[in-house]
């Protein structure tokens, strides 16, 4: 059984000591934790003090004999990260895969080499703002990983400032670590109270962006869609149509699976999601929230193509025989050989896809933001609201505040056809 001691250290600070006897270099074993108590009517009692000193360190005791103490003045920020892994970041309720594989990349590029060899108690607020202030400097890109020598635009991007968005990842990052700090009392205060989420500094840029080049199709340049899908293989043009009328997410198209096909009902069910690859093999996880399984329904002329689809997809699985790679599986976009596709791979076709055809680029996740538009496009304004929660639904958004925020631009057409009731107002008319 260890032994334990309280030691008085200052007006109200005492020092706990846990005797755990040799180490196997023949020295002690001795770990230690300060407590400070600010109760002022604690502190002028005698025996209540001392059975609340007592039971501190009962309680160390069985924290250090059941080997979950780490003394924070030999804990460098590097060592914390291990132990934040196993007690936190690794449990799936916590931390999803993907975004722990998103945190585990800015810990390795950017953390580690800032704060590594830091103690963990002696990491500063002031200390975290000079990082972000160095961040904010041009130049803190990370070239891509690839072999290939650096094109002429992406030397230049590597030249421009870190977006606020990825600068408030990594504040999201830090908040999350030193939060865990503070609550498994290894700090006493998060330093990372102190320091701001960074914000963009060029909104009025970006809105202009946004407006040159919005994020989603009408329903003119839908259609232009469409037609150049028609040049290509029935396989692409029902994946990239899955997003832009069904609404999916990349990952749900890659992990769909046909018995989740229902061709009777013409429904296509939402219950599987591959948004990540790590080492060529895909991370299947849950939809991304409760609202995300769900039932979508999709237009007649769809589903009759899918279904002309999953006979080739029989016949190129018999075909391949021994060759097939998708095991019991049955993946309706797979790969080739019967495995889903990378995550980034329809995002790549979808790029030299639009550059094909002449088609105005927008990211694959705009596409299912086209879909919320087209079903909006032709309401009236007072049908809006109910429009909406439909839209929510349908694409599986946990709150109905994100679909209206998504769809806050309206359309064209809708936007024209609002500012025409306006025309009654018309000088001219009114003294005819």
């Given at each position: 059984?260890?032994?334990?001691?309280?030691?008085?250290?200052?007006?109200?600070?005492?020092?706990?000591?846990?005797?755990?006897?040799?180490?196997?270099?023949?020295?002690?074993?001795?770990?230690?934790?300060?407590?400070?108590?600010?109760?002022?009517?604690?502190?002028?009692?005698?025996?209540?003090?001392?059975?609340?000193?007592?039971?501190?360190?009962?309680?160390?005791?069985?924290?250090?004999?059941?080997?979950?103490?780490?003394?924070?003045?030999?804990?460098?920020?590097?060592?914390?990260?291990?132990?934040?892994?196993?007690?936190?970041?690794?449990?799936?309720?916590?931390l999803?895969?993907?975004?722990?594989?998103?945190?585990?990349?800015?810990?390795?590029?950017?953390?580690?080499?800032?704060?590594?060899?830091?103690?963990?108690?002696?990491?500063?607020?002031?200390?975290?703002?000079?990082?972000?202030?160095?961040m904010?400097?041009?130049?803190?890109?990370k070239?891509?990983?690839?072999?290939?020598?650096?094109?002429?635009?992406?030397?230049?991007?590597?030249?421009?400032?870190?977006?606020?968005?990825?600068?408030?990842?990594?504040?999201?990052?830090?908040?999350?670590?030193?939060?865990?700090?503070?609550?498994?009392?290894?700090?006493?205060?998060?330093?990372?109270?102190?320091v701001?989420?960074?914000?963009?500094?060029?909104?009025?840029?970006?809105?202009?962006?946004?407006?040159?080049?919005?994020?989603?199709?009408?329903?003119?340049?839908?259609?232009?869609?469409?037609?150049?899908?028609?040049?290509?293989?029935?396989?692409?043009?029902?994946l990239?149509?899955?997003?832009?009328?069904?609404g999916?997410r990349?990952?749900?198209?890659?992990?769909?699976e046909?018995?989740?096909?229902?061709?009777?009902?013409?429904?296509?069910?939402?219950?599987?999601n591959?948004?990540?690859?790590?080492?060529?093999?895909?991370?299947e996880?849950?939809?991304?929230s409760?609202?995300?399984?769900?039932?979508?329904d999709?237009?007649?002329?769809?589903?009759?193509?899918?279904?002309?689809?999953?006979?080739?997809?029989?016949?190129?699985?018999?075909?391949?025989?021994?060759?097939?790679?998708?095991?019991?599986?049955?993946?309706?976009?797979?790969?080739?050989?019967?495995?889903?596709?990378?995550?980034q791979?329809?995002?790549?076709?979808?790029?030299?896809?639009?550059?094909?055809?002449?088609?105005?680029?927008?990211?694959?996740?705009?596409?299912?933001?086209?879909?919320g538009?087209?079903l909006?496009?032709?309401?009236?304004?007072?049908?809006?609201?109910?429009?909406?929660?439909?839209?929510?639904?349908?694409?599986?958004?946990?709150?109905?505040?994100?679909?209206s925020?998504?769809?806050?631009?309206?359309?064209?057409?809708?936007?024209?056809?609002?500012?025409?009731?306006?025309?009654?107002?018309?000088?001219?008319?009114?003294?005819?």
């Amino acid at each position: 059984m260890a032994k334990g001691s309280i030691e008085k250290r200052g007006r109200n600070t005492w020092r706990l000591t846990v005797d755990l006897g040799l180490r196997a270099d023949n020295t002690r074993n001795r770990p230690r934790k300060t407590i400070t108590i600010e109760d002022e009517a604690l502190l002028k009692t005698t025996k209540r003090l001392s059975d609340y000193l007592d039971n501190e360190l009962a309680k160390f005791k069985i924290e250090v004999e059941a080997g979950a103490y780490i003394a924070p003045e030999k804990t460098r920020f590097s060592d914390f990260i291990k132990v934040w892994h196993e007690k936190y970041a690794n449990d799936p309720n916590n931390l999803s895969i993907t975004t722990l594989n998103v945190y585990d990349n800015i810990i390795e590029s950017r953390l580690i080499p800032a704060f590594g060899n830091d103690r963990i108690d002696q990491i500063s607020t002031l200390k975290i703002i000079s990082f972000f202030h160095e961040m904010e400097k041009p130049g803190m890109r990370k070239p891509p990983n690839s072999k290939r020598p650096l094109s002429e635009k992406q030397k230049a991007k590597l030249l421009e400032p870190l977006d606020a968005s990825t600068l408030a990842i990594f504040h999201r990052v830090l908040k999350n670590i030193f939060s865990r700090a503070v609550e498994w009392k290894m700090i006493k205060e998060n330093p990372m109270e102190g320091v701001k989420k960074p914000v963009a500094k060029n909104t009025k840029e970006k809105l202009i962006k946004q407006r040159d080049n919005p994020q989603y199709y009408d329903e003119v340049e839908a259609q232009e869609v469409v037609d150049a899908l028609y040049k290509e293989t029935r396989k692409w043009r029902l994946l990239v149509l899955g997003s832009m009328m069904g609404g999916f997410r990349r990952g749900e198209l890659i992990g769909l699976e046909w018995p989740e096909v229902f061709f009777k009902n013409n429904v296509i069910r939402v219950e599987n999601n591959i948004p990540f690859t790590v080492k060529g093999e895909p991370v299947e996880k849950e939809p991304k929230s409760k609202a995300s399984y769900r039932d979508v329904d999709m237009p007649d002329w769809y589903m009759e193509e899918l279904s002309l689809y999953e006979k080739e997809w029989q016949e190129e699985k018999d075909f391949l025989e021994d060759k097939w790679l998708g095991g019991d599986r049955k993946y309706v976009f797979h790969n080739g050989t019967g495995k889903p596709y990378y995550f980034q791979h329809p995002s790549r076709w979808w790029k030299r896809f639009c550059k094909r055809h002449g088609i105005r680029y927008i990211k694959f996740h705009g596409l299912r933001h086209s879909s919320g538009t087209l079903l909006l496009e032709d309401e009236e304004e007072a049908n809006f609201d109910s429009i909406l929660i439909v839209i929510q639904r349908r694409l599986g958004h946990a709150r109905l505040s994100t679909t209206s925020d998504t769809y806050v631009h309206v359309t064209k057409k809708v936007k024209t056809r609002i500012a025409g009731k306006l025309n009654k107002f018309n000088p001219s008319e009114s003294r005819k």
